[in-house]
């Protein structure tokens, strides 16, 4: 069993400070050959504690015990993992201990692909003994706890993601033992690898929580939840009730990402050294250009399944909405549970930790050749297209002989999940090419040492998260009271400067000056006409624009407004010298407007409302989003104030008065029965 690397334990550069604006270790985990049994704490609406890396939301009940569910014939699972994983849980209840006895693959289209996997109980089989040229080979005895118990389940592949049960037997030839039997048999089956993983676990947890420290964490979390029944908190827990991985988020979470949850970045660079927690972030970006919190995370176990675990338990504290993109560290478990959770969404590696890493992975090369990592940094972020991109990459392969490098081979098998030039279809919420992913390390060296408990260092973190909001809140205000200084004659600079907040209407001004400056000439007719388009006239800077002027849409190569959502100068400049004088509301993205968090969030989920109708803890949920909008607006001034606490007055009264009319309807019912 591999663990994390020195490369995962490297840094991104310190970008910026958290406090003045907050944006893997991967474990190369095989499937243990037993599974453990699974062990579930109690836990409130928005809690969920489980256990063995997940077992599925399909397979939780709604209090997150294992469904009472007995195995059959032709039961569907999506993986052979899922249906381990129901197997165990099922096996749990009962008292009993699974392996795994025997799997099967078949070569499809020269990939060998698996086919099969038979589930047993422990106690399945007889010990063998082993045989040399006809004579019996003598070994210590040891004791053998099969005894030929024939309980079983079989699954088979039937599609990409389809694994029928096809061989079942329930029966067991021996008295169930108790779960925590079960643990002592496992244990004393573990082999090298999987006893290695258990006592890294083991060191994680020490390291991570110290005295008293899980269980003030989880009386932090009830606390946090008993206040706002919107906090949302899970835990994973392994086959030894033992914290894994955890995950909260509070409702000022949940509701940004309401708003700008479009785009998100998975960030898990945050450990400087083994002493720090294995802290992770799912960050996004405001109408303002700040950073916003969706939800942390504690992650112990950095194997694919805990991240899938973390995953879904993220998307359902985000009410199952999937973000357009997701930008993460590069890392194989990581990957492989981005493709399974978010299969529609797009998936990005972030540039910046992976040019971080350049110095010390090429480090001979680049103390050879100083231009090195200069050269790779320009090739990487200033190549406008595939080609460009491809032509300067061999270049510097050629140049620097390093045609052989592996690493380097290595990233460019992925280079459409990290190159600007094939991730720039895909909206990211980067208002510039230089925009670099926001690290917390600067926050990790001032506020977490070894002797600071994770519960304190959890309560600053809420402290610099507070003001955070505090400071979303003063530049509410100020891109509503304050005058934007015009420099053009535009009226289209004026439309701009009424909608968007001041950051976006700043950076939407200066494309707009420099788009007055751009030449267009037309190289195509037609109902799109084509463009070139570029500042001196002399064609070193072109960009190709495409425009459907009857539509009111332009294209520019450089695919500005994909990935930002606001026009580019190339575009603006043609919009302008073809008499377009207005931003047409196609483009105008409402996250980056004062407009953002307007609206009630009910009213812009129409295909969900019915299930707001049927249940009551959805609709607690959304008339606590709607009241905590309604108060940032009423805390605005003491006018806003006096309206909203009136209007709270004359809603609350209704609700009363109808409450007092169903009573009476009902009681008036039973006294004609």
Not at 644 to 659: D, G, N, Q, S, Y
Request: glycine share 6%; charged share 25%.
């Amino acid at each position: 069993m591999e663990y994390s690397s020195s490369e995962d334990d490297e840094l991104i550069e310190d970008y910026v400070d958290l406090e003045d604006d907050i944006a893997t270790s991967d474990v190369d985990q095989q499937q243990n050959d037993v599974a453990m049994p699974l062990h579930f704490l109690e836990h409130g609406e928005n809690s969920v504690i489980v256990a063995d890396h997940s077992i599925g939301n399909d397979l939780l009940s709604a209090d997150g015990m294992a469904k009472s569910q007995e195995p059959f014939l032709g039961m569907e699972f999506e993986s052979d993992a899922a249906a381990r994983l129901f197997y165990n849980a099922y096996a749990a209840r009962l008292g009993f201990g699974i392996r795994v006895a025997r799997s099967r693959t078949e070569r499809r289209k020269g990939v060998e692909i698996l086919v099969m996997k038979r589930f047993v109980c422990l106690k399945e089989g007889h010990h063998k003994k082993k045989t040399t040229d006809g004579t019996v080979k003598k070994k210590r005895k040891r004791l053998s706890i099969r005894d030929g118990c024939p309980a079983m389940m079989e699954v088979v592949r039937r599609g990409p993601d389809i694994w029928l049960v096809t061989k079942l037997i329930l029966e067991h030839t021996h008295v169930v033992v108790s779960p925590d039997r079960i643990r002592e048999i496992q244990l004393n089956r573990l082999s090298g690898k999987d006893r290695e993983h258990e006592d890294y676990l083991k060191e994680m947890r020490q390291k991570i929580f110290g005295e008293g420290d899980a269980q003030g964490l989880l009386e932090y979390f009830k606390k946090a939840q008993a206040a706002n029944s919107s906090f949302f908190y899970a835990m994973q827990v392994d086959s030894g009730n033992c914290m894994t991985n955890i995950f909260w988020a509070d409702i000022k979470a949940r509701m940004a990402y309401n708003y700008f949850g479009d785009a998100v970045t998975f960030d898990t660079s945050y450990k400087k050294n083994k002493l720090m927690p294995p802290f992770a972030a799912f960050t996004g970006v405001n109408h303002h250009g700040q950073s916003v919190s969706f939800g942390c995370a504690l992650v112990v176990d950095r194997t694919e399944a805990s991240f899938l675990w973390l995953f879904e338990t993220w998307l359902s504290a985000m009410y199952g909405r999937h973000p357009i993109s997701l930008t993460t560290d590069q890392g194989s478990a990581i990957g492989a549970a981005v493709a399974k959770v978010f299969p529609n969404t797009r998936h990005r590696l972030c540039k910046w930790r992976i040019l971080s890493r350049c110095k010390n992975k090429l480090s001979d090369e680049c103390s050879r050749y100083p231009t090195l990592h200069g050269e790779l940094q320009n090739c990487v972020i200033k190549c406008a297209s595939a080609e460009a991109f491809e032509a300067c990459w061999k270049l510097i392969l050629d140049r620097y002989d390093l045609r052989e490098n592996v690493w380097l081979q290595s990233l460019y098998q992925v280079r459409h999940k990290w190159i600007p030039a094939y991730t720039k279809d895909s909206f990211f919420a980067e208002l510039s090419t230089s925009q670099r992913s926001q690290s917390m390390n600067g926050f990790f060296r001032k506020h977490f040492n070894t002797k600071a408990s994770l519960l304190a260092f959890i309560n600053k973190f809420d402290e610099v998260m507070d003001a955070r909001h505090e400071n979303e809140a003063q530049e509410d205000l100020s891109s509503v009271h304050s005058l934007q200084t015009l420099k053009t004659n535009s009226p289209m600079e004026k439309q701009a400067a009424e909608i968007y907040t001041r950051t976006i209407f700043e950076c939407f001004q200066m494309e707009l000056v420099e788009g007055l400056s751009h030449y267009a000439v037309k190289i195509q007719d037609g109902p799109i006409s084509k463009y070139a388009v570029d500042r001196d006239g002399d064609g070193r800077n072109r960009h190709l624009v495409a425009l459907n002027a009857s539509e009111k849409k332009a294209v520019c190569s450089c695919f500005m407004f994909e990935v930002s959502g606001v026009l580019c100068r190339h575009v603006l400049g043609l919009f302008c010298l073809t008499g377009l004088n207005l931003l047409p509301e196609h483009y105008i993205l409402k996250r980056w407007t004062r407009k953002a968090k307007t609206g009630l969030i009910l009213d812009e989920r129409d295909v969900e409302a019915q299930s707001y109708f049927q249940n009551p803890n959805l609709r607690y949920d959304d008339l606590l989003r709607d009241a905590i909008k309604l108060a940032e607006k009423g805390a605005a001034s003491a006018e806003t104030y006096r309206v909203a606490k009136e209007m709270l007055r004359k809603a609350f009264a209704e609700i009363v008065c109808l409450e007092e009319s169903m009573r009476k309807q009902g009681q008036h019912r039973g006294g004609n029965m």
